[in-house]
């Protein structure tokens, strides 16, 4: 079925291009239409944050762009290639941690798992995965198992584990909804880390403003009914960011009122 | 050894565990957060236990000396030294063996034929749709009643026996498994997907662990009627075992014999079930219910 090709040799994405496109996809679950005509380029490289209001259909969007499931009418494709099933090179986060891990299986094995299925040699599965959990700050937690770690570290394992597959993509599903506000801080400091280190391309679902522009080089805005693109906007706030002094530039704060009105201008009249 | 990871036997860590007075020897190898408390619970579960059972042969006691019943019903002294007695006669092992022998022949066709056909039926929603009638209906049939028909077929052997108890005990194992495969989280399934895991691998770590409460759990309630079955055939239909010797018992009026056998069943089945829950826990040592993380 599946070729495991986790580690496929391809060329690097060349910051910039398109890596992923999306044409025109539309969703509909029977007789509804929830994703109208969505078409976006992600870019190599770039922190791309989808937002949205609850219900809009940024899950559904998601499991289009991965191939989980198949968009209505539309396409979208990974280096040119049309996406139908999950690619080789891009890995999920899921949103709810607790489902997504395997609890009969250590921290480590939870991450070894997917390599297990490629041709590496098993010291090198065991090399590469103890280094992602260390990339996540997990080092010391190999041996244990999921339920006896708390919901930002679990979290943690489902980033590591999205990392050891060495994906050029990662696609994440409101990762830190479930969590408290300072592990929160916590783990978008460690995926901006992460993604400056690893120069891997991230798009990331929230319907949290705040972090949707802390985190993204560009925030794609959702609204309507059926949902469509509403605005794509540049944050331009660089490379170092900080929770503190990122968040208290006035730049920062005309993003965020910028994209809170965006949301509001769709969902208010929508309620009357 | 995280390179294979093996979801039976996890590796020993040293998890610095808050409160871990582990002296149970079951699952105190594995890391579990809850194991004093836990201790201390079971120790409470078997006082209670010990004390119904006393309250039972008081009552039991009381009843057989109370003049309403008269001397039809012996005490328990007079049972336990009926018990006694059977043991020392190589019919009585004879008779257990047999029952035995059969009861496990029966329960493993019930494994080989039910646990495989539920899981594939359970796999296709389709399969699932159009066989729920005939499950339902053929479950339904007390297979007790079909023991005139099949003694006519094999007489009193231990085709006849087998027969009965597949009958009887595959539906349970099937129907367990059936829904242990819908049981399974979608969204490990999506992972599964997302990051390309192997089909072997997809059996081993995720589908394997996953049916395996409901599975087992399957085979709890199978071995129990099971071996119902195998001491009713007996009973009714002749066959040798511990049934035979209990009719052959009453037939004598022998009336300590008769409860010394069926509480010979009665031990088997208890025997028999602590083992299943034995392995249950052994196999599922990570799972909420079993780690007692949660009720
Ligand atoms: N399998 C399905 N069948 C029918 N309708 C569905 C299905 N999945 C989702 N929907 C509907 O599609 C809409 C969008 O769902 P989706 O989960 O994509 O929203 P979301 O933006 O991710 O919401 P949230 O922010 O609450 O996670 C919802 O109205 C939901 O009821
Ligand atoms: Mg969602």
Redesign the pocket.
């Known amino acids: 079925m599946n070729q495991p090709a986790a580690n496929q040799e391809l060329p690097a994405p060349q910051p910039g291009q398109t890596l992923l496109s999306v044409r025109n996809v539309s969703k509909k679950?029977g007789p509804?239409e929830?994703l109208g005509d969505i078409s976006v380029d992600v870019r190599a490289g770039e922190f791309l944050c989808i937002v949205?209001p609850?219900?809009?259909?940024?899950?559904?969007l998601l499991q289009c762009l991965s191939g989980l499931l198949a968009p209505t009418s539309g396409s979208v494709s990974l280096r040119g290639v049309e996406v139908s099933e999950p690619p080789a090179e891009m890995a999920i986060v899921f949103q709810d941690y607790s489902r997504s891990l395997m609890p009969w299986l250590s921290v480590l094995d939870n991450v070894a798992l997917p390599l297990r299925s490629t041709k590496m040699a098993k010291a090198e599965i065991k090399k590469k995965s103890t280094a992602a959990l260390e990339e996540v700050g997990l080092a010391g937690h190999l041996d244990k198992y999921p339920w006896q770690l708390s919901g930002g570290m679990q979290q943690r394992v489902a980033i590591a584990r999205a990392l050891a597959f060495e994906p050029a993509i990662v696609l994440m599903d409101?990762p830190f909804a479930s969590v408290d506000a300072q592990t929160r801080s916590d783990l978008e400091d460690l995926t901006l880390k992460v993604k400056q280190h690893l120069g891997i391309t991230i798009v990331l679902v929230t319907?949290d403003i705040d972090e949707a522009v802390y985190l993204s080089d560009r925030v794609l805005v959702l609204g309507g009914r059926p949902t469509e693109v509403v605005d794509l906007i540049e944050t331009h706030l660089g490379e170092d960011r900080d929770q503190i002094t990122t968040k208290s530039t006035p730049q920062f704060a005309e993003l965020r009122a910028r994209v809170y009105q965006e949301i509001r201008r769709q969902t208010v009249p929508a309620q009357s | 050894m995280s390179t294979s990871p093996n979801a039976v036997a996890p590796p020993r860590s040293e998890v610095p565990e808050a409160g871990l007075g582990a002296k149970g020897r079951r699952i105190s190898d594995r890391p579990s957060p809850v194991q004093s408390s836990r201790q201390h619970r079971r120790t409470r579960t078997v006082l209670w236990q010990l004390f119904a059972i006393l309250a039972v042969l008081l009552i039991w006691q009381m009843a057989a000396v109370s003049p309403l019943v008269g001397d039809a019903l012996p005490g328990p002294l007079q049972v336990a030294t009926a018990m006694v007695g059977l043991w020392g006669t190589t019919s009585y092992w004879t008779a257990v063996l047999t029952t035995v022998k059969v009861w496990a022949t029966g329960l493993a066709i019930c494994t080989v034929v039910g646990i495989p056909l539920g899981l594939l039926i359970g796999i296709s929603l389709n399969a699932t749709r159009s066989t729920r009638w005939v499950i339902d209906f053929f479950r339904t049939i007390p297979t007790i009643a079909l023991l005139p028909l099949v003694l006519l077929l094999f007489g009193p052997s231990m085709n006849m026996e087998i027969t009965l108890i597949v009958l009887s005990a595959v539906w349970p194992l099937l129907i367990q498994s059936m829904y242990a495969v819908k049981q399974v989280e979608p969204v490990l399934k999506w992972v599964a997907r997302v990051f390309r895991v192997s089909r072997r691998d997809r059996i081993r770590f995720l589908w394997a662990p996953s049916v395996t409460l409901l599975v087992t759990t399957g085979m709890r309630l199978a071995a129990t009627i099971a071996l119902l079955m195998t001491v009713s055939a007996e009973y009714i239909g002749g066959a040798a075992g511990l049934g035979k010797q209990l009719a052959a018992s009453e037939q004598t009026f022998n009336r300590p014999e008769v409860i010394a056998y069926a509480i010979t069943a009665g031990i088997l089945g208890l025997g028999i079930n602590m083992v299943i829950v034995f392995v249950q826990h052994r196999l599922l040592w990570w799972h909420p219910m079993i780690r007692g993380a949660r009720a």
């Open positions: 679950y509804n929830i949205g609850s219900g809009a259909g940024k899950t559904t409101e319907h």
